[in-house]
């Protein structure tokens, strides 16, 4: 009996199986555990899947797309959403998804049980994730990637909006995220978040820094990534 391969397409820093590495999920902070955890599912079925280096689409018997691909070699594809229409709009065209044999998404708009699945598909595994409870809850924080858009609707001016102000203010900040310069992200400071968000609003600026805003300017990332470990989300496995 011919064994079910299938292919994981994943972006470049992913490549040669890394997205399945123990070793690389801890040391990146268990952000693969929702990766390994799929391709566990898999194995038990007795079915295989690599990433695309290892394993071409086109020697497979499936794909599996991390968001909308530039190219589409594959005959049996099946799609996990995860960036927002402003940075991939085909990730939430349903015209383009629905060539896909299965796409699983967060939009609610399309849902429907059947060819759209409901996956939420968190960041970080926080349950192995180590915090740290610093003795000074003093100031503020702000915990995201740097990134930028031209599209109209993008948030991402805000973030770097809020980085000046504070910068220019006398208030303690904290600013941890990829590609804010040298600047890289302590993931002990989640805890501090949390207790964080507590704080009272600065006089000087009409802007308060509260969980609803938070989530809203770049930590939807850490609220959903709650909902999956409460919820633990297993990725279909019938194709």
């Known amino acids: 009996m011919k064994k079910i391969k299938g292919t994981f397409f994943v972006e470049k820093e992913y490549l040669d199986n890394k997205i399945f590495s123990i070793q690389e999920n801890k040391k990146n902070h268990y952000k693969y555990s929702k990766y390994i955890s799929i ?11 690599n990433t695309q280096d290892i394993s071409k689409e086109s020697d497979t018997d499936f794909t599996i797309y991390l968001d909308y691909p530039k190219r589409i070699l594959a005959k049996k594809k099946y799609i996990i959403v ?20 299965k796409i699983f998404t967060y939009n609610d708009k399309l849902v429907d049980n059947t060819k759209f699945i409901k996956f939420i598909n968190g960041s970080y595994d926080f349950s192995k994730v180590k915090t ?74 009409n802007f308060y820094i509260g969980p609803i ?27």
């Open 39 to 49: 391709r566990d599912g898999f194995l038990k079925k007795g079915i295989e899947i």
């Open 213 to 239: 805003h938070i989530i809203i300017i770049g930590f939807i990332e850490v609220f959903w990534s709650v909902i999956w470990i409460r919820r633990k989300i297993e990725f279909p496995i019938s194709i």
């Open 132 to 205: 740290y409870k610093s003795e000074s809850q003093n100031g503020y924080v702000l915990i995201c990637r740097n990134k930028k858009s031209f599209k109209d609707g993008e948030s991402y001016t805000l973030r770097n909006q809020i980085v000046t102000f504070f910068e220019s203010s006398n208030l303690t900040f904290d600013l941890y995220g990829f590609g804010w310069d040298k600047k890289n992200f302590n993931y002990k400071i989640i805890e501090v978040l949390f207790n964080r968000m507590k704080m009272k609003r600065p006089t000087s600026w």
């Open 82 to 101: 995860r960036e927002s229409r402003i940075i991939i709009p085909n990730n939430h065209n349903y015209k383009k998804l629905n060539k896909f044999n």
